[in-house]
């Protein structure tokens, strides 16, 4: 799949201009977003130099946000390809832009990735990105965070990972999807509904869903190793994968 394939503008409509209504209708994601945050800040902690970020799929800035307000010691370059996003995340970020904390690329993970020297950065962190590409793009993806990253450099991911029992997952799916009916009819937003069920669509597709173990088995296949899932919530789980010191690779 080239990447021009895999743009499918999920982000460039309703969903992209109401979604400050995740909030209510997914309070675990913002979780998910601080919790990344608090991730790389135990990193940052004891860096000697600030920590080169590269933030994949930063959206409006609500994991960006997390990320930079959690420690000083570091700086972000973050990537989004859907405008109708990144711009409201570089309003909403404008003050650590004009202090040079935060940098935007408005191209595609993939392609922003092949751009970035091998073995230049610290920390490859996202939140509810990866889950959106299909299995093959998202390999590719890895693979090139893997190759990014310096020996000793972490992935960092907050993102719906679903759960190996598929019965078990689709319960929880169906709670969520009748979640977002309470909110947004309460809220009379029909249209954000009927997008939202849509994209839902996309992600339990067996073309992209990113269920636990063969998630975890695509890291450790790319060369990624100490890889854990931990903080699991329902669907949504935090999964943090080393990249070999020199001498393991
Ligand atoms: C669900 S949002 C998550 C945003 C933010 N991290 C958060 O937690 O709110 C996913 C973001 O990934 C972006 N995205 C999807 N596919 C992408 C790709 N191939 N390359 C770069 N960004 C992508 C979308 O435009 C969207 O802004």
């Not at 989004?80 to 404008?94: C, G, I, R, S, Y």
């Not at 935060?102 to 922003?112: E, I, P, R």
């Not at 839902?200 to 992209?208: K, P």
Request: proline share 2%; with cysteine; net charge negative.
């Amino acid at each position: 799949m080239t990447t021009e394939q895999n743009y499918d503008a999920l982000f460039a409509g309703v969903i992209g201009q109401e979604y400050q209504l995740l909030k209510l209708l997914s309070p675990l994601s913002a979780q998910m977003s601080h919790l990344v945050g608090c991730t790389v800040a135990t990193h940052a902690a004891i860096a000697e130099q600030p920590l080169q970020v590269v933030e994949l799929g930063g959206g409006t800035g609500i994991t960006t946000l997390a990320i930079l307000s959690q420690h000083d010691n570091l700086t972000v370059l973050s990537i989004d390809n859907e405008p109708v996003m990144q711009n409201q995340a570089k309003q909403h970020l404008h003050a650590w832009f004009a202090q040079q904390k935060v940098t935007f690329c408005g191209d595609d993970a993939l392609t922003a990735l092949r751009a970035i020297p091998t073995a230049s950065v610290d920390v490859v962190a996202s939140a509810y990105t990866l889950h959106n590409f299909s299995d093959d793009y998202r390999a590719l993806v890895i693979t090139e965070s893997l190759r990014i990253l310096k020996a000793g450099g972490h992935f960092i991911n907050g993102d719906r990972y679903a759960l190996d029992e598929v019965s078990r997952h689709t319960r929880l799916i169906q709670e969520e999807v009748s979640g977002y009916f309470k909110v947004l009819i309460g809220l009379q937003k029909l249209d954000v509904l009927e997008h939202w069920i849509v994209h839902l669509f996309s992600d339990e597709s067996a073309n992209h869903i990113m269920r636990e173990t063969s998630a975890l088995a695509q890291l450790k296949a790319a060369g990624f190793v100490d890889i854990k899932l931990s903080h699991r919530q329902q669907v949504n789980a935090l999964v943090t994968a080393v990249k070999p010191a020199l001498d393991m690779l």
